[in-house]
T-cell receptor
Framework: DAGVTQSPTHLIKTRGQHVTLRCSPI?????VSWYQQVLGQGPQFIFQ???????GRGNFPDRFSARQFPNYSSELNVNALLLGDSALYLC?????????????FGEGSWLTVV | RKEVEQDPGPFNVPEGATVAFNCTYS??????FFWYRQDCRKEPKLLMS???SGNEDGRFTAQLNRASQYISLLIRDSKLSDSATYLC??????????FGKGTTLSVSS
């Protein structure tokens, strides 16, 4: 079975541009969450979606938005990119929501903002 | 105080050594904890989950102390292939996992 898949794997954007990152969860998983990991830090929680509804939001500005589609795939959108948005963006999926649900990460999307 | 804090690294140990990492958490409502392994420029991969007092899987043992709010990871008989960054994560309000910065382990021959 395929794991969590993300696209694109690498991308370079200019300050002020917009980016859309995509994620397909493991088959049967209904929860998708997004994390940002900058070099030398642990993953920082951005959003969680379950059954197409937002269930949690981390401490990120409104430039960050996300959504989940009927097939449980998800998109993360970032507007007005800043240099500090350069990071590895990780998507993770789990079967359900709530504690005890193990999350599995995709390989991530490396975003460089120049 | 950060929600999840880990031992500062790097830990440099010889093959065969036993090494232990500690992780403290501040949210007493957290129920589930996880150790992930992350290789350089790769995604985190689940190593162990810890729901009750502890969990053991081969050379790896994780323990949870709710009274003191810490989780530990013990690696016995270290292998060169254990070299990686180890991330500790705890659930927050039953949704997201909150991670520490990670601890880097380097095992040398």
């Amino acid at each position: 079975d395929a794991g969590v898949t993300q696209s694109p794997t690498h991308l370079i954007k200019t300050r002020g541009q917009h980016v859309t990152l995509r994620c397909s969860p493991i088959s049967g998983h209904k929860s998708v969450s997004w994390y940002q990991q900058v070099l030398g830090q642990g993953p920082q929680f951005i959003f969680q979606y379950y059954e197409k509804e937002e269930r949690g939001r981390g401490n990120f500005p409104d430039r960050f938005s996300a959504r989940q589609f009927p097939n449980y795939s998800s998109e993360l959108n970032v507007n007005a990119l800043l240099l500090g948005d350069s990071a590895l963006y990780l998507c993770a999926s789990s079967h359900g929501e709530g504690s005890g649900n193990t999350i599995y990460f995709g390989e991530g999307s490396w975003l460089t903002v120049v | 105080r950060k929600e999840v804090e880990q031992d500062p690294g790097p830990f440099n140990v010889p093959e065969g050594a036993t090494v232990a990492f500690n992780c403290t958490y501040s949210n007493s409502a957290s129920q589930s904890f996880f150790w992930y392994r992350q290789d350089c420029r790769k995604e985190p991969k689940l190593l162990m989950s810890v729901y009750s007092s502890g969990n053991e899987d081969g050379r790896f043992t994780a323990q949870l102390n709710r009274a003191s709010q810490y989780i530990s990871l013990l690696i016995r008989d270290s292998k060169l292939s254990d070299s990686a960054t180890y991330l500790c994560g705890g659930d927050q309000a039953g949704t997201a996992l909150i991670f520490g910065k990670g601890t880097t382990l380097s095992v040398s021959s």
